[in-house]
């Protein structure tokens, strides 16, 4: 998709998230990286619509997040910090269900959406477990399923990694490599943004590098170091 | 709770479409109340606990998942022997005790996502005369079951929290970090259900 950011600007009242910013992205991998507080998630939620501009706007492939939310939403995923939260049903296999139930999706064909992208994240011995008998990773594997089974073209991460140990790390990581789906990945965890084709550093709200990982990334380590 | 008590299977129980199950449920309840002769209704109890007893789960696994409730069935027999006379007792726990092995058939062999349909549907004549949205309906039961319990085990972990700084537990004391930490979850939740878009199709 192409994400196009025309002084988009992020406030809430006096507290500025995000300074006026313009950007023009197409890469099918992108990263985000920051301190906290940098106003990443804020971006993030201004490409799906989960937040609106409070001034300049944000267009998907000419589709405006305002104008045309619904359009957005449903052309995009997000995995959110904490997993759990976005698991909405007691049970895997039906909550990956959800969205495309919810989209009128029925029978045989909602069988088989649901079956492929169990078997595609590894999740057919997990599809009848509930949420808490997950480990964090399968957690994520499992929000990741909920989401791809809508078949959205970009995916965003707010930091997917984020508490995993090194196991569920790597199982999150291969499933990210592994997407045919753009991804906008925001992270903590450098080595999972190091090898992206463009990587964003924000700090304290404005955007001040733009390149590829391991520029970006000693960018970030200068800043973190101040 | 039918989130504890679902079992995923391949009985004819589970085969059966969750429509025809919950009307059974509601139907033979009915009628139950009704019967008051004692023998019709210990057949009844063979009959459905036969029927629960048969659906894969050992003995006792499947009392377990009823204690809670069987517990009470049989205090409330053992009040009515004194409040009424010891056959009007043994009539009405016999009763429940029917209604409940049924019940609990039908909540082990349906999911949630297919009560959800179902709830649905029997709404979607309120949602045309503009009362409620069927779905949200339908949504709001299952969240509700998937996360009462996270919040019983939020509020395990502000109990141990207390007792590891050596502070008393107090119900008043853990209601504000409870509720403010859940409400805080719900906004997430929100967030998720928008971003998923599962509202709104």
């Known amino acids: 998709m192409h994400i196009l950011f025309d002084q988009a600007e992020l406030s809430y009242g006096p507290v500025v998230a995000l ?27 201004l490409v799906n619509g989960l937040a609106k501009p409070s001034r300049g ?13 619904k359009a957005v939403m449903a052309a995009t995923g997000f995995i959110f910090q904490n997993p759990g939260h976005q698991i909405i049903l007691p049970v895997i296999r039906d909550d990956i269900a959800l969205g495309p139930r919810s989209r009128g999706l029925k029978g045989r064909e909602l069988e088989e959406r649901v079956e492929t992208v169990l078997a595609r994240f590894g999740l057919v011995e997990l599809a009848s477990r509930r949420p808490h008998e997950l480990s964090g990773g399968q957690l994520q594997l499992a929000a990741l399923a909920a989401v791809v089974v809508n078949r959205p073209k970009l995916i965003l991460f707010d930091e997917p990694t984020n508490q995993l ?56 380590r200068e ?4 | 709770m039918l989130t504890g008590l679902h079992v995923t299977g391949n009985t004819a129980m589970h085969r059966l479409p969750a429509g025809p199950k919950l009307a059974a449920l509601a139907l033979a309840s009915l009628v139950l109340f009704f019967v008051h002769s004692a023998l019709p209704l210990a057949l009844a ?31 409330f027999g053992l009040l009515n022997v004194v409040l009424v006379s010891p056959l009007e007792a043994l009539s009405s726990t016999l009763r429940l005790l029917a209604i409940l092995f049924f019940a ?16 649905t549907r029997l709404l ?15 949504l709001a039961v299952g969240l509700v079951l998937r996360f009462v319990p996270e919040i019983a085990a939020r509020h395990a972990t502000l109990r141990e929290a207390h007792r590891a700084r050596g502070v008393p537990v107090k119900l008043h004391r853990l209601l504000g970090p409870l509720i403010i930490s859940t ?7 929100a967030e998720a259900i928008d971003a998923r878009g599962i509202r709104g199709h």
């Open chain 2, 104 to 119: 609990a058939t039908v909540t082990t062999t349906t999911s949630i996502a297919d009560f959800m349909a179902v709830l």
């Open chain 1, 57 to 69: 706007k944000v267009t998907l492939d000419g589709l405006d997040t305002v104008a045309d939310e």
């Open chain 1, 19 to 45: 300074k006026p910013l313009s950007l023009s992205l197409r890469e099918n991998r992108i990263g985000v990286i920051g301190l906290n507080g940098s106003g990443k998630t804020s971006f993030a939620r």
């Open chain 2, 45 to 75: 109890v063979i009959l459905t606990g036969t029927l629960y007893l048969r659906l894969g789960l050992s003995v006792g696994e499947a009392l377990r998942r009823v204690r809670p409730v069987l517990i009470t069935i049989c205090l």
């Open chain 1, 165 to 220: 140990d090194l196991r569920n790390r790597a199982l999150v990581k291969a499933a990210i490599d592994g997407l045919q789906e753009q991804a906008i990945v925001i992270s903590h965890d450098l080595d999972l943004v190091r090898d992206f084709g463009r990587v964003l550093v924000f700090h304290e709200g404005a955007l001040v590098f733009d390149g590829e990982g391991p520029a970006a990334i000693a960018r970030y």
């Open chain 1, 223 to 226: 800043i973190a170091a101040c």
């Open chain 2, 124 to 138: 979607l004549p309120l949602e045309r005369l503009g009362v409620v949205k069927a779905s949200d309906v339908g």
């Open chain 2, 183 to 189: 409400l805080k979850d719900a906004d997430s939740i």
